[in-house]
């Protein structure tokens, strides 16, 4: 069964350091995102992304966050100058068409990133 | 702002038990809510869709309900199995039209042998 993979899986960085979360969506989905989840708290939303383009992104989202497709399969997560704060469980999702067409959303098994 | 609560946060039960578990979202406005499983270190698997249109999904031995207009679902297990022991996830997506789920916190199951 198609999934949806996220590399790497574990990642420590120092604070003011550039990360990027690599994840591979399903292969046929057009539609991407990705969530995050510091540890005990709620799935938060963080960006979607449609035809090379950003299509809705939470306040969470700021200038310090960017998202690319760089390839055909690729879809990217960087974070310019890395703060404590975003010490987090990253997740990618895809689907097939938007979510408010029926079509769910498949996730990632999530990056956990731990900034020192 | 739309706020999804989950009762109750953690649940343990002995093999066998059915159990329900609760979610509540403040505006009803919904086009949808969904029900995830989270296991440890993992990530999300849909388990079940629920339009805002319908009442109730099915699959297996779960059963969603929906009951928007008092904003709340419920998720029914039956005949729980150790197997089911996870982080049950409530999420709901907005009329506009948008893609975005907003999660609750989740009720953490546990299901002894």
């Known amino acids: 069964e198609p999934e949806v993979t996220q590399t790497p899986s574990h990642q420590v960085t120092q604070m003011g350091q550039e990360v990027i979360l690599r994840c591979v969506p399903i292969?046929?989905?057009?539609?991407f995102y990705w969530y995050r989840q510091i540890l005990g708290q709620k799935v938060e939303f963080l960006v979607s992304f449609y035809n090379n383009e950003i299509s809705e992104k939470s306040e969470i989202f700021d200038d310090q966050f960017s998202v690319e497709r760089p390839d055909g399969s690729n879809f990217t997560l960087k974070i310019r100058s890395t703060k404590l704060e975003d010490s987090a469980m990253y997740f990618c999702?895809?689907?097939?068409?938007?979510?408010?067409?029926?079509?769910?959303?498949?996730f990632g098994p999530g990056t956990r990133l731990l900034v020192l | 702002k739309q706020e999804v609560t989950q009762i109750p946060a953690a649940l343990s039960v002995p093999e066998g038990e059915n159990l329900v578990l609760n979610c509540s979202f403040t505006?009803?406005?919904?086009?949808?809510l969904q029900w995830f499983r989270q296991d440890p270190g993992k990530g999300l698997t849909s388990l079940l869709l629920?339009?805002?249109?319908?009442r109730e999904q099915t699959s297996g031995r779960l059963n969603a309900s929906l009951d928007k207009s008092s904003g709340r679902s419920t998720l029914y297990i039956a005949a729980s199995q150790p197997g089911d022991s996870a982080t049950y996830l409530c999420?709901?997506?907005?009329?506009?039209?948008?893609?975005?789920?907003?999660f609750g916190k989740g009720t953490m199951l546990l299901v002894s042998p």
């Open positions: 629920i339009q805002s249109s319908q």
């Open positions: 505006d009803s406005a919904i086009y949808n």
């Open positions: 292969s046929n989905h057009l539609y």
């Open positions: 999420a709901v997506t907005m009329n506009s039209g948008y893609s975005t789920l907003t």
């Open positions: 999702a895809s689907s097939e068409r938007q979510v408010g067409h029926q079509e769910t959303q498949y």
